[in-house]
């Protein structure tokens, strides 16, 4: 009879996407003496984590900050097994300076946990009992969620890890599980507060896509305490790029492989094995690849696509009715260090003037700034990334692209000029990424960014699960629990190897 590590090595995985939360998987995998091998369309790895280069400027495409590097977090607990170095980074305090409509004195979302809460105290007052409770909340899931509970559960072995994680302090979290930030505020009389609840909706949109009316309690309380210490959230030295090299390098060093400008179209199943259908980008050339289990890296809405006709019809049917995910145009700015303000924190966000806004509807700007040597652009120079959610149908409707996409870069411009100092000097290089944009060289849908929204119908125990509806197709990413951020993809593969593992 074979060794269990004998059997590890006649099992092979395919691993489709190689963003953040596949390439974990791989490097998981395949460090337990699993064959793996990864395949993806992209060019450089790292999906939305990524970056590119321009006249000496490194730019991250999407994700441009981390969570989880913290002794005992999810990127140390993996670089740890997987004995790697962790990147070097520094903290990123404030986390945020928020910037609300006609206000030039920001919110600052200090690392501290003190200085955070004099700071909304001074902000907002009367609404500590709120802030109190959502700490209470965080800290009974956050030891929850440090035990390793599957959500949601699809099947015994599932619902064992569940239990596991359950203590009497968790009880307490249970009847929150269908409120919204939006009950909250109405329990503690807050509802007609709309200070707060802009600022809510602002840093609520960079976590769950919706605001704090949609998303659910128990996943905000989580995001909106996640960047005070002991935890906190990182600004890597270098690029994010970092986070992807080492997790690669780890999965070849352990004898796995990652194809990259491979495009896989088709997952089918072939008796007990898993087949999927692959294009080579450069070649042109088709072929099929075999394996015992398939991991996909990908959208849910990528996944009913790649599943075709295999996937069960409620699984379908339930994709076809979510909500419109979230989009994004980002415009990199490659500018001379002069542009930039002293004591710039590290992100910002900016939300217009309700009298600027266009149709009744004022824009926001989420904000990466880097820091002098930090690895970004050369000396005495600097990168500004600016993104805004927006919708899909306006990129994917009648309008002319190119007209559409030099209007959103100069009311992006326009809005940056009024807190840092651009002009025709200052600024080196311009470029801006659409939707299209991201769909092009992720592949996602639409051009789809952070997952699918934290609303309770997809959060937690309502959420898409890793252990989907077809045995031995395995789903990670921003689609599932726990959400978005590359902490939350590495906590989806960790989940999916500690599932595969169990199947042994």
């Known amino acids: 009879m074979l060794s269990k590590s004998k059997q590890k090595m006649q099992q092979k995985i395919i691993v489709i996407g190689a963003g953040i939360g596949g390439l974990t998987a791989a490097a998981l995998l395949a460090k337990r003496g699993y064959e793996v091998i990864v395949y993806d369309l992209a060019i450089v790895a790292g999906g939305c984590a ?11 495409v999407g994700a ?6 913290e002794s005992g977090g999810i990127h140390d607990r993996i670089f740890r097994e997987l004995e790697i170095e962790i990147p070097t980074a520094t903290d990123c305090d404030p986390a945020c300076a928020v910037f609300l409509p006609n206000e030039r004195e920001p919110i600052n979302v200090w690392r501290d946990r003190p200085k955070w809460k004099a700071e909304r105290q001074k902000q907002f007052p009367h609404s500590e009992p709120f802030w109190d409770f959502l700490e209470d909340l965080f800290w009974r899931s956050w030891r929850f969620q440090s035990r390793d509970p599957i959500l949601p559960p699809r099947n015994l072995w599932d619902i064992w890890q569940l239990i596991k994680a359950l203590r009497v302090d968790t009880l307490a979290t249970v009847p929150y ?14 509802a007609h507060d709309q200070r707060l609840r802009t600022f809510l909706d602002l840093q609520l949109k960079l976590y769950s896509q919706v605001n704090a009316e949609e998303t659910a309690l128990l ?14 959230l990182f600004h890597l030295q270098g690029s994010m790029q970092v986070l992807s090299d080492r997790l690669m390098e780890s999965i070849e060093r352990d004898g796995g492989k990652v194809l990259m400008q491979h495009r896989v179209s ?11 259908k692959i294009e080579n980008l450069r070649t042109r050339e088709i072929c099929w690849d075999e394996a015992d289990h398939v991991v996909a890296n990908v959208t849910v809405n990528n996944f009913v696509q790649l599943l075709g006709e295999q996937v069960p019809k409620g699984y379908a049917k339930r994709v076809a009715n979510l909500k419109p995910a979230a989009v994004a145009f ?3 700015l490659g500018v001379d260090r002069a542009a930039i303000p002293a004591d710039c924190p590290p992100h910002l966000q900016f939300l217009e003037a309700y009298e600027n806004a266009i149709a009744g ?11 002098e040597g930090d690895g970004r652009a050369p000396v005495g120079k600097a990168t500004i990334i600016a993104s805004e959610f927006t919708e899909a149908t306006v990129w994917y409707g009648d309008q002319d692209y190119r007209t559409l996409k030099q209007k959103f870069t100069e009311r992006a411009i326009a809005q940056l000029s009024t807190y840092f100092h651009l002009n025709d000097q200052t600024i080196i290089h311009i470029e801006a990424a659409t939707p299209q944009t991201f769909e092009r060289y992720t592949g996602r849908d639409r051009g789809i960014v952070g997952g699918v929204g934290m609303r309770v119908s997809t959060f937690g125990p309502f959420g898409f ?9 395995w789903l990670v990413g921003d689609s599932t629990h726990p959400g978005e951020g590359t902490a939350g993809v590495s906590y989806s593969a960790l989940t999916v190897v500690r599932q595969i593992e169990q199947s042994f």
Do not use: C, M, W
């Open 330 to 332: 980002v415009v990199y």
């Open 361 to 371: 509807k004022p824009h926001s700007l989420f904000v990466s700034v880097s820091k």
């Open 50 to 60: 990524s970056t590119f280069k321009r006249r000496g400027f490194t730019f991250d």
């Open 177 to 190: 599980t269908f409120s919204t930030v939006g009950d909250a505020l109405r329990g503690f009389g807050l």
């Open 465 to 473: 699960a890793n252990r989907t509806p077809l045995k031995n197709i």
């Open 64 to 69: 441009t900050q981390v969570a989880g590097l």
């Open 219 to 232: 996943y905000a309380a989580t995001a909106l305490a996640v960047s005070q210490t002991p935890l906190g």
């Open 266 to 276: 088709e997952i089918k199943e072939k008796g007990k094995r898993k087949k999927v």
